[in-house]
């Protein structure tokens, strides 16, 4: 079974960066997503590399936030700039084994492998 881990998370100040990273365990072909958690919400996809390579976004992250992989090393990147305190939350990597649309991330329940989590924590 692939696991994934993810690092990168931390406290920022309005208008900083991170960036996330998720190193999987071995090479996964499929769809890459990044999703994020806040207390009593539903899990959220916000950026999704297809299997194709191609990237989607949710409106609220578009042109802040990029993903990226080194396929050499296994990982995946969140890069994330101009952060916001609505940014606060828990980020999740997560793998779609069957592969996913190519116009937006996937929901939640089509995830086959999660991430413990990496906590962001965006002050004003």
Known sequence: QV???????????????LRLSCAASTYIGSCL?????????EREG???MDQGGRLSYVDSVKGRFTISEDKSKYTLYL???????????????????????????????????WGQGTQVTVSS
């Not at 696991?3 to 960066?17: F, H, I």
């Not at 828990?90 to 592969?99: E, I, R, S």
């Open 79 to 113: 890069q994330m700039n101009s952060l916001k305190p609505e940014d606060s939350a828990m980020y999740y990597c997560a793998a779609v084994l069957g592969g996913c649309r190519w116009y937006a991330p996937p929901p939640a329940a089509l995830v086959d492998v």
């Open 46 to 48: 916000i950026a999704a």
């Open 3 to 17: 696991q994934l881990v993810e690092s990168g998370g931390g406290s920022v100040q309005a208008g900083g960066s």
């Open 33 to 41: 997503a990044w999703f994020r958690q806040t207390p009593g919400k």
